[in-house]
């Protein structure tokens, strides 16, 4: 079974640009969850999606958003990027919504200039 | 307070040995507990789950919660070098947002 995937893997942006991460969950799984890393704040949930509804959202501001499609795979968007977004953003697959195991994809680093 | 509280590190361990991952969490309502391993340059992957009181063993791998005093540990028996790496305890809150520690860097030396 294939894993999690998700383009692009790197991307570099400037500031106040915007930016759309995909990510395609393991075949079956319905809930897609995101999240950034960063050195200093560690792994900070995004928000989840779940058969096309956002279920849960993180203390992220209004600039960052999602949407799940009906064959499951998930976008986020980065409106007026800062530069405080550079980060690894992941996301982790699961056959349910609050399912206990989550598999994440390779993720993709986002550097703003 | 962080919501998810480790130790950085980092955590150095001879080969054969036990090593002991801690972790505590301010929420008492929370659910699932779950300890990720993470290698540099690399995303997360499951270890194991916890969500009852008591210890689960997996192969070399025992998470133990005590939801009384808001703790959960990691322990790896018979320590390998290539359990070197980043180990991440998560809390999953009634609200199903997951809750992420800092992590803490193992090292096993040869």
């Known amino acids: 079974k294939a894993g999690v995937t998700q383009t692009p893997r790197y991307l570099i942006k400037t500031r106040g640009q915007q930016v759309t991460l995909s990510c395609s969950p393991i075949?079956?799984?319905?809930?897609v969850s995101w999240y950034q890393q960063t050195p200093g704040q560690g792994l900070q949930f995004l928000f989840e999606?779940?058969?096309?509804?956002?279920?849960n959202k993180g203390n992220f501001p209004g600039r960052f958003s999602g949407r799940q499609f009906s064959n499951s795979r998930s976008e986020m968007n980065v409106s007026t990027l800062e530069l405080g977004d550079s980060a690894l953003y992941l996301c982790?697959?699961?056959?349910?919504?609050?399912?206990?195991?989550?598999?994440f994809g390779p993720g993709t680093r986002l550097t703003v200039t | 307070q962080k919501e998810v509280e480790q130790n950085s590190g980092p955590l150095s361990v001879p080969e054969g040995a036990i090593a002991s991952l801690n972790c505590t969490y301010s929420?008492?309502?929370?659910?699932?507990f779950f300890w990720y391993r993470q290698y540099s340059g690399k995303s997360p992957e499951l270890i194991m789950f916890?969500?009852?009181?008591g210890d689960k063993e997996d192969g070399r791998f025992t998470a133990q919660l005590n939801k009384a005093s808001q703790y959960v540990s990691l322990l790896i028996r018979d320590s390998q070098p290539s359990d070197s790496a980043t180990y991440l305890c998560?809390?999953?809150?009634?609200?199903?947002?997951?809750?992420f520690g800092a992590g803490t860097r193992l090292t096993v030396k040869p």
């Open positions: 916890i969500y009852s009181n």
């Open positions: 929420d008492r309502g929370s659910q699932s």
């Open positions: 982790a697959s699961s056959s349910s919504s609050g399912g206990y195991e989550q598999y």
């Open positions: 999606y779940f058969s096309e509804t956002q279920r």
């Open positions: 075949s079956g799984h319905r809930s």
């Open positions: 998560a809390v999953k809150g009634n609200n199903n947002d997951m809750r």
